[in-house]
């Protein structure tokens, strides 16, 4: 029952409220309105009372959309609460309503309203890709047709699109057509044919604009990408190309880059070089072409002096379906440089000259040459050093080596000439040609000696055949005016010929003695010797040889006071009242040797008393030390030696036997001028008759000799005047020196005996212009106990003679 009584009321609230909602209020407004814009006043039109409609409780009820609208409950009026934009609500519908409820309470009432939202022209057209890209191939025909984009306008009616523009294009256009259901569709359209080479890409505008008021319009960008057909052939730069290049470029150098361009593109656009059959092969030989890149290089070794110019013609090929070419010329000149080396010719070379060729004669012709050019072509030629030769011009590439100065072979036998010759390049290149000049000697040279003169002592007693020296000679010539011959040159002195004395080897020069020589009989030599070369005509020089004998310590000094005979004692009687200091006998000892070898030192061997007797070892004076004593014994015995300076040196002895007598005997130093009479002699007169017998005899023959001598013409000597020098001498010059009596000679000897024997002093001096010997004699006690210097003041000139060899 309650359910019933429910239902009742229910039923009658929904029946009046349908009887209510039969009735629709239709508005009509434009979309996009502000909102609080009043759309209708609901009061009024629906018959309500404005007190009472803010008490009744009035809602809105929207189907299917959103709370768009709002009543004022004060004013009744109905307006907008949000903006409606009609392209969001109904879309792409032609038309477009809101439908909702009003719902008024107290009592309950429902009206039903529909709202027509009209378009306004609020969207422009819109194309659904804002950037259009066409592929067209420029061998495309007029009027090719290209679809197009259509444009979206979300208006509806006259506010949709209504028509297209094209950007201004002198290849395209635009075909507009409709679709069934009205659409408006566009075509593009080619005008003109395209040439992708002049414009590869053709930007355009498409404009779709509506019908509104004011007309709304919107863009795309419409991009035509001329596609290319091979219809350009390569193009190079220049159609002749000209390279200048050093020659001898190292391998890879690049001689040049060629570069074919093709306006077309790709493949089309890809070109490839090659050398046409009009490249020689030599020139494809010394260059190479990459095929890819067009860069010409060196290839192979490039001479100026083998080729100047080089021509090259090239073709370029694109790789498209049907390949176009094109082609040029290529010309390399070669640039001459400085890479050959001058050239040196001799002709006509004299390499043996005599050496006294004349002045200004020509020994060979120079010819020289250089393969470059220009100034490295231009050459000049010089002799290295200073030489006695000098290069004579006689055309642009000729020259003459003559002889510049006299030659002499003995100076510089051989000459090494180098030539040089430089060109003008820069750097310059030098190369030199050595030739070797002989001389050949002739006899212009006189053999030459050392020295001028030549001193040689020989030692006296020399074996015969002994080498005394070798006087070798120098030629500075060759061969046979080289080869000496030696000489003696002849003088003969006394009838001697120096060849009997002296041998020269005259191959080599060595001087030989042929005798054996003694200082005491020849003391020197003067001759010369002559050394000859063989040349034609032979030319010769001369020394001057002197020979100097040297003595030997070979004689052994003899003693000839007192004289006794061989092996005999000397026996002196003295009274025993002689004094101190007074003579008792003088040892003379004479050596035949040189003054150093002859002279003479006196010692005692024996001395009975050496307190007795003194010696004095210069003049071998025998003197007593003190007066005889009772206990000094009658008989002494004094051994004295006589010993010269040689080395070893010689001596003799001498044994005196005093015997002191009563009887007073004169004394030696009374005696003055009266010579003394020695008690010896007088046992020995047999002695001294032979001794004079045998002087005498020698004395005669020593006259004979002489005068023969001096009748026979001497014969002229060939060498050289006679001089004093050139003599052999066999004078003697004996002085009588510390007392002592020096002598070599028979004949000296026996005079010295027979005036000792008259108690007399005998001395042999030089005497002065031209007589060979001056004897004098003094009395045996004048100055025997002074000097010889003293003594020799003393001297009494008794007797001179002439002697000669």
């Not at 709202?115 to 659904?128: G, K, Q, V, W, Y």
């Not at 010719?345 to 050019?373: H, M, Y």
Request: proline share 5%; hydrophobic share 35%; net charge negative.
């Amino acid at each position: 029952m309650e359910l019933e009584r429910m239902y009742v009321p229910f039923f009658f609230v929904f029946c009046t409220t349908w009887r209510m909602a039969l009735s629709v209020n239709r508005y009509s407004i434009p979309e996009e309105m502000e909102r609080g814009s009043v759309v209708a006043n609901l009061a009024a039109d629906l018959g309500l009372d404005l007190s009472g409609l803010a008490q009744r409780e009035v809602t809105l009820d929207f189907l299917h959309s959103k709370k768009y609208l709002e009543v004022n409950k004060r004013t009744g009026e109905l307006y907008i609460n949000e903006k409606i934009d009609r392209e969001n609500l109904c879309q792409m519908k032609t038309t477009c309503y809101i439908k909702l409820d009003v719902i008024i309470k107290s009592p309950l009432r429902i009206f039903n309203i529909e709202l027509e939202i009209t378009d306004i022209n609020d969207n422009a057209p819109h194309f659904r890709m804002d950037r259009v890209e066409l592929d067209v191939s420029e061998s495309a025909t007029p009027g090719e047709r290209f679809s197009l984009p259509n444009a979206i306008d979300p208006d509806v009616g006259s506010n949709t699109v209504k028509t297209y523009r094209l950007s201004e294009s002198e290849h395209f256009t635009i075909d507009i057509h409709a679709g069934s259901d009205g659409t408006k569709y566009v075509d593009l359209v080619l005008k003109n044919e395209l040439d992708r080479e002049h414009q590869a890409v053709h930007s355009l505008i498409l404009t779709a604009v509506d019908g509104g008021v004011p007309a709304r319009s919107g863009n795309a960008n419409i991009i035509v990408h001329v596609l290319d057909t091979n219809d350009n052939a390569p193009q190079f730069d220049r159609q002749a190309y000209t390279v200048n290049m050093s020659e001898n470029s190292p391998l890879g150098t690049l001689v040049t880059k060629l570069n074919a361009t093709d306006v077309d593109e790709g493949a089309n656009a890809e070109a490839t070089y090659y050398f046409t059959l009009y490249t020689s092969e030599k020139t494809q030989e010394m260059f190479a072409l990459n095929p890819g890149t067009g860069e010409i290089t060196v290839k192979g070794t490039i001479d100026f002096e083998d080729m100047k110019m080089y021509d090259m013609h090239i073709e370029a090929k694109d790789n498209g379906p049907a390949p176009l070419t094109g082609q040029c010329r290529v010309t390399v000149h070669v640039t001459d440089m400085n890479d050959n080396y001058p050239e040196i010719t001799v002709k006509s070379l004299k390499d043996t000259l005599k050496e006294d060729v004349p002045v200004g004669t020509v020994i060979a012709l120079v010819g020289i040459s250089d393969r470059d050019t220009g100034d490295n072509g231009k050459v000049n030629l010089t002799i290295n050093k200073q030489m006695p030769f000098l290069l004579n011009k006689t055309s642009e590439s000729h020259y003459e080596l003559i002889v510049s100065q006299p030659l002499d072979r003995e100076k510089i036998a051989e000459y090494e000439i180098t030539l040089v010759v430089t060109d003008s390049g820069t750097p310059p290149l030098t190369d030199n040609e050595t030739i070797t000049v002989h001389l050949l000697d002739i006899n212009d040279n006189a053999p030459q000696f050392p020295q001028s003169f030549y001193t040689i002592p020989v030692m006296e007693n020399n074996a015969p055949g002994a080498l005394l020296s070798s006087l070798t000679a120098l030629d500075p010539d060759l061969h046979e005016n080289q080869y000496l011959v030696y000489f003696i040159i002849e003088k003969e002195i006394v009838n001697i010929s120096m060849s009997m004395l002296f041998s020269i080897n005259p191959e080599n020069g060595n001087l030989y003695a042929l005798k054996t020589f003694d200082y005491e009989i020849e003391k020197e030599f003067l001759f010369h010797i002559e050394a000859r070369d063989s040349g034609v005509p032979p030319l010769c020089s001369n020394v001057t040889v002197h020979i100097i004998i040297m003595d030997q310590n070979d004689n052994t000094p003899i003693i000839v006071s007192p004289w006794r005979a061989h092996g005999s004692v000397v026996e002196e009687k003295i009274p025993r009242s002689t004094d101190k200091g007074s003579l008792v006998a003088k040892v003379i000892a004479i050596d035949t040797d040189s003054v150093h070898n002859s002279r003479i030192a006196y010692q005692f061997l024996v001395n009975t008393d050496a307190t007795l007797f003194s010696l004095d070892q210069y003049n071998g004076e025998i003197r007593t030390m003190r007066m005889f004593s009772y206990r000094d014994a009658r008989h002494q015995t004094l051994v004295v030696i006589a010993k010269d300076n040689g080395d070893p040196a010689l001596s003799a002895t001498v044994t005196i036997k005093l015997s002191t007598v009563e009887t007073a005997l004169k004394s030696h130093s009374d005696t003055t001028e009266v010579p003394l009479e020695y008690d010896i002699f007088s046992d020995l007169n047999l002695y001294l008759v032979i001794g004079l017998g045998s002087v005498s005899f020698l004395l005669l023959i020593t006259i004979l000799v002489t005068i023969v001598l001096k009748c026979q013409k001497p014969n002229p000597s060939k060498a050289a005047p006679p001089s004093r020098n050139s003599v052999i001498s066999s004078e003697r010059n004996s002085t009588f020196a510390d007392s002592t009596l020096v002598s070599n000679d028979a004949y000296w000897y026996s005079m010295f005996l027979a005036e000792t024997r008259k108690g007399k002093l005998v001395v042999r001096q030089p005497a002065p212009k031209g007589a060979r010997y001056v004897v004098s004699s003094l009395p045996r006690g004048t100055g025997l106990t002074d000097t010889s210097d003293s003594a020799a003041s003393t001297l009494q000139v008794r007797e001179s003679l002439d002697i000669a060899y």
